[in-house]
């Protein structure tokens, strides 16, 4: 970034609404090897009384060590170098006896009180954390003490405003209830692993109310979520916000959620703020390429909201007289964990086909069998009931053994590439182990083919000799990618190769599958919660709720015209329609023009 | 749960009786002339008899029958509580070790209870601390304390407590201040190595999400390290709990010699020296047992400290 943007981008103070939050010219490093790594360069951000403000960036460019510096939870390592941070908090009757906040507090002459952030010692920090700014933080299944009672850990946010005894008891089950905890009674007594994932994230949001804050900072709320608990949990924080007051400050890499959400969208890239105002005016006239970028990215803004399937399939072509593989009226049946009785169908007669040069999509939402239906393709699993033939050839109940030379023709790239590359291997070990392991070529010809398998997902052959820490997680599932191509698979099992990724890396290595599959005839089978990402790649998808095959036929017929409920419910959870439709129809072209650049 | 208490116990019973079978393999199967080495071990010289003498004296001993044999009414008396007789001292068994049993359980006891209160509050310690240098010398003393041999600093205590001050008697069981340098000397391991995983496993617990969950509602950093590191960080030192207190055990060997403490580390090693099978086989059963025990009583407060054990982890889907 030039310095010329920085004026571009001064922030524009609202007359309307007073800050809340007031960033100036903020700038934080992190020190490693005794090096300050800038991560945020004079950052200017003002949060109004009851904005909602979502900051857009991908991995890196500061937007997790602003929110961090708003809330004073930066890691030790992190340096504040210049800037100022000011914390505008009302006087408050109630807080004339509480903790705290009787520090450094100065009169603006305004009779509202206002806290410089930047240096303020741990106690004043304290005093803010939880009753002025409140945090709903990433990872649900993680966020939550798995030692204590659901209960204890919200009576203690709420304990921090000298509430006790009786009192205590009632304002915990208040708050689970206004966070949208079923049965807040019951959920107070258990344990968090007794919970789901979207229970806890409520649970988190309820703990982020109960110190009654002024502001909010939502950090990747959801992105651990499916997308229809996604959806009705943003809907759910957006209204309790909108309706006391609080402001939220949504930190999010996916400029589709941003849109939806927010009042005003911040886009930062390496620190910097990029370009900010209303989604409206963000998504129509986008000034930097580097915002154009990221809508092109987001798929479901690219098309003003619609899902627009990439390939079109004639209803006729569906049906394929030979597929690489095909599931005929699979079940899979679990027996209950612990001493429970019977047994708990997870799959229930479904048939899935992949036709050759083609893609498949499975999609549905956690417990849809989705996952057991590519572990039973893969033969990590035995089916209970049904037939599975791969390439004409009857594999059912076909030992791993006995299968596995028929095996090299199906190659499985897994969801997360932080976790799926051995950190000990080099690039060049992991993609040649497949190599070894069925004794193929000798050393000079599997580094022939490594050095081949890397210039297909276009990386360079220098790569060779990396150790995967030292990659981007776009590299890494490209270095996955690499690895399932080596024994020159005809199907390749994609476990939501993209969920883990950057949205534009995202698109990068959606860009990459399709071209392989061009260039390879390869054919996919391609597991995914996210219906946008599941129309920019496949030309079948077959929906799974619960076990059960929902519908299933070309992706353009599916999405085009859902015949059940559970598909039209996926498809409004898709986030980017509300941000869309606020988008003037006329400019759509040119957003696609420029997605296609 | 009375399933998990009921397999846990199972599972002690079955380890108790596999230390057993193997102590009484190793001693019985692995010497070359087990008759010789045990009538020796009673000052009967082998060479010296006439085949009949030998048979007499191995049918006084039980030696004449299978090993099987000897096995199975080894266990059926150890079952009983009857240990055998002491070759070397012409005793009962269950008798000496009586005698010697009170002065190590003290020693035992004293020991760990003190590793455990020095290592927790040593990584506690060390965790709260913020400032560098001290934080970083706390960090480091365990594998300094862990690296010292014990009869070292046995002396060294010795020269220092009661030959130079004359705070402390050198040796002996008598009264309280005989068991302070005794059990200093083995805590100075075990709290050591209890330190050193509690301190990773502090730093490991202090990393996690929830940690950030619970400094964000405003919590002081000892309300967080107390109520939310603490408990976690146990979880995993409480596997090694078995270990350090069989450790205690084990050490009083060294320790009970050098401070010439008639217990039951002194009574072991005189028994190794004098190859007294039966005594032998009885205390290493001991110390198993102790050992089981243990980790019986750490296994059933497992459940206590860790909701997530006895449901079992539901696995959540990746997806």
Redesign the interface.
């Known amino acids: 970034m030039t310095a010329g943007t920085s004026q571009l981008t001064s922030p524009p103070t609202s007359p309307l609404v007073s800050p809340l939050v007031t960033i100036r010219d903020l700038h934080v490093g992190y020190v490693r090897r005794r090096r300050t790594a800038p991560a945020v360069r004079g950052v200017d951000l003002s949060i109004g009384s009851g904005e909602i403000v979502a900051l857009v960036g991908e991995s890196g460019s500061g937007k997790s060590t602003i929110a961090n510096t708003i ?1 004073g ?1 930066l890691p030790d390592n992190a340096r504040v170098t210049a800037g100022s941070v000011l914390l505008h908090t009302g006087p408050d009757p109630e807080d004339a006896d509480g903790p705290a906040l009787d520090d450094r507090l100065d009169l603006d002459g305004h009779g509202r009180r206002t806290v410089e952030i930047v240096g303020a010692r ?1 106690k004043v920090l ?6 002025v700014v ?2 709903v ?3 649900p ?8 009672r659901i209960g204890g ?1 919200v009576a ?2 709420i304990r ?1 405003r000298g509430v006790s005894g009786d009192d205590l008891d009632a304002e915990v089950l208040e708050f689970l209830a206004q966070a949208g905890v079923d049965n807040p009674q019951l959920r107070a007594r258990q ?1 968090p ?2 919970l789901s ?1 979207g229970l806890r994230q409520r649970v ?1 949001i309820g ?2 109310l ?2 009654r804050p002024r502001l909010i900072i939502a950090d990747e709320p959801t992105s651990a979520l499916d997308v229809t608990v996604q959806r009705r949990i943003l809907d759910h924080l957006e209204g309790l916000v909108r309706e006391s007051g609080i402001s939220l400050l949504i930190i999010t890499h996916d400029l589709a959620v941003a849109a939806d959400r927010g009042d005003r969208v911040v886009v930062l890239q390496d620190g910097e703020i990029v370009e900010q105002g209303p989604p409206g005016d963000i998504l129509v006239s986008p000034a930097q390429d580097y915002t154009r970028r990221l809508i092109a990215a987001a798929p479901g803004l690219a098309h003003g909201g619609q899902i627009v399937p990439r390939f079109q399939l004639p209803p006729e072509q569906v049906a394929t007289p030979d597929p690489v593989i095909r599931l005929e009226n699979v079940s899979k049946r679990y027996p209950l ?3 429970q009785a019977g047994s708990f169908l997870a799959l229930d007669g479904v048939s899935v086909e992949v036709a050759r040069g083609r893609t498949h999509a499975l999609v549905g939402e ?2 849809s069998g ?2 057991t239906m590519l572990r039973i393709a893969f033969g990590f699993e035995q089916a209970t009931d049904g037939r599975v033939s791969l390439d004409g050839v009857d594999i059912t109940g076909l030992g791993w053994k006995q299968t596995r030379l028929l095996r090299r023709k199906v190659q499985l790239v897994h ?1 997360n590439p932080y976790a799926s590359l051995d950190p000990r291997f080099t690039v060049g070990q992991s993609i040649t182990e497949p190599l070894v392991s069925f004794r193929i070529g000798d050393r000079r010809t599997r580094t022939a083919r490594a050095l081949e398998l890397l210039d297909q997902v276009a990386l360079p052959g220098s790569y060779l000799d990396r150790l995967p820490a030292e990659l981007s997680g776009g590299q890494r599932q490209r270095v996955a990618i690499a690895r399932a191509l080596a024994l020159s698979p005809e199907l390749v099992l994609l ?2 190769p993209v969920s883990a990724l950057d949205v534009s890396v995202q698109e990068q290595i959606l860009e990459l599958l399709t071209d392989l599959q061009e260039r390879l005839g390869l054919s996919y089978l391609f ?1 995914s ?1 996210d219906l946008a990402v599941v129309a920019r790649i496949s030309h079948t998808v077959s929906v799974l709720n619960r076990g059960r095959q929902v519908e299933s036929g070309s992706v353009a017929a599916v999405f085009g015209s859902p015949s059940s409920e559970y598909t039209r419910e996926l498809i409004d959870a898709v986030p980017g329609q509300r941000g869309a439709t606020r988008q003037a129809g006329s400019r759509d072209d040119d957003v696609r023009e420029v997605a296609r650049t | 749960m009375t ?1 998990y208490i009921l397999g846990r116990f199972a599972q002690a019973l079955v380890v108790l009786w596999a230390a057993y079978t193997v102590t009484f393999a190793v001693l019985y199967l692995l010497p070359s002339d087990p008759v010789a080495l045990q009538l020796g071990a009673a000052g009967i010289e082998t060479d010296k008899l006439t085949p009949e003498q030998l048979n007499t004296a191995m049918a006084q001993y039980g030696l004449d029958r299978p090993v099987l044999n000897q096995y199975f009414s080894h266990l059926w008396g150890f079952l009983h509580g009857d240990f055998g007789d002491s070759i070397s001292k012409q005793q009962p068994v269950a008798d000496l070790i009586g005698d010697r049993l009170g002065p190590t359980v003290a020693l035992s006891i004293t020991a760990a209870t003190l590793s455990l209160v020095a290592g927790m509050a040593l990584a506690y310690l060390a965790s709260y601390m913020r400032w560098r240098p001290a934080r970083l010398f706390l960090t480091r003393l365990p594998s300094f304390g862990a690296s010292f041999p014990q009869f070292f600093i046995a002396l060294l205590l010795i020269q220092l407590l009661s030959f130079n001050l004359g705070w402390l008697p050198a040796t002996g069981v008598k009264g309280w201040k005989s068991l302070v340098m005794p059990s200093i000397t083995i805590s100075l391991l075990t709290a050591s190595m209890l330190a050193q995983v509690l301190m990773r496993s502090f730093d490991d617990t202090l990393r ?3 940690i ?10 000892a ?1 967080v390290q107390w ?2 590191g603490f ?2 960080a146990l ?1 995993p030192a409480l596997t090694i709990l078995g270990v350090l207190v069989g450790l205690t055990v084990t050490s009083a060997i060294v320790v009970e010699t050098v401070f010439s403490r008639n217990g039951l580390g002194k009574l072991a090693q005189e028994a190794v020296l004098a190859q007294d099978v039966p005594v032998v086989l009885a205390i290493v059963s001991l110390a198993a047992a102790v050992f089981v025990f243990v980790n019986l009583v750490v296994d059933l407060l497992y459940p206590l ?4 054990i006895v ?4 696995k ?4």
């Open positions: 809330i939870l741990e304290r005093g803010l954390r939880g009753r409140g945090l933080p990433q990872d299944m993680v966020g939550l003490n798995p030692t204590r850990q203690e946010a921090l344990y692993h007794e994932g988190l703990i982020a109960a110190g964990p612990g001493r956690s417990g989705k996952t969801q476990d939501e597991v919660h | 399933r996690q999400p929830y950030v969950t619970a400094r964000a509602k405003g919590l002081s950093r309300a109520r939310h408990r976690n979880l400290l860790d909701p997530r449901q079992g982890r539901r959540v889907a990746s997806s």
